[in-house]
Nanobody, 121 residues
Framework: QVQLVESGGGLVQPGGSLRLSCAAS????????MGWYRQGPGKQRELVAG???????NYGDSVKGRFTISRDNAKDTVYLQMNSLKPEDTAVYYC???????????????WGQGTQVTVSS
């Protein structure tokens, strides 16, 4: 079974930092792109950041300059370093993997279970 497991969420004060991790497990040969999405209360899910297997990144406008996505291809793990957090960053953060090549086939899109990030004083 292939799955994504997120960790690192929690409660942080405005201006603080958190680092999220997402590890893919199972019989995985390779993963094309990985990324983070978030869904705040009463809002639609939105892209936070994405990274390709080659290291090309893209960010949502609201997090540019504050968040940094990185990836360890050998560990099938993606990270999200979040700095200068604001209350509006409060959301459930979901990890996503695109084109997961496994020993039995390709998964087009795989999602993690989500991790809560709350920014509040």
């Amino acid at each position: 079974q292939v799955q994504l497991v997120e960790s690192g969420g929690g409660l942080v004060q405005p201006g603080g930092s958190l680092r999220l991790s997402c590890a893919a497990s199972g019989s995985i040969f390779s993963i094309n792109a990985m990324g983070w999405y978030r869904q705040g209360p009463g809002k639609q899910r939105e892209l936070v950041a994405g990274i390709t297997s080659g290291g090309r990144t893209n960010y949502g406008d609201s997090v540019k300059g504050r968040f940094t996505i990185s990836r360890d291809n050998a560990k099938d793990t993606v990270y999200l370093q979040m700095n200068s957090l604001k209350p509006e960053d409060t959301a459930v953060y979901y990890c996503n993997a695109v084109e997961v090549h496994t020993s039995w086939g390709t998964i087009i899109s795989l999602w993690g279970q989500g991790t809560q990030v709350t920014v509040s004083s």
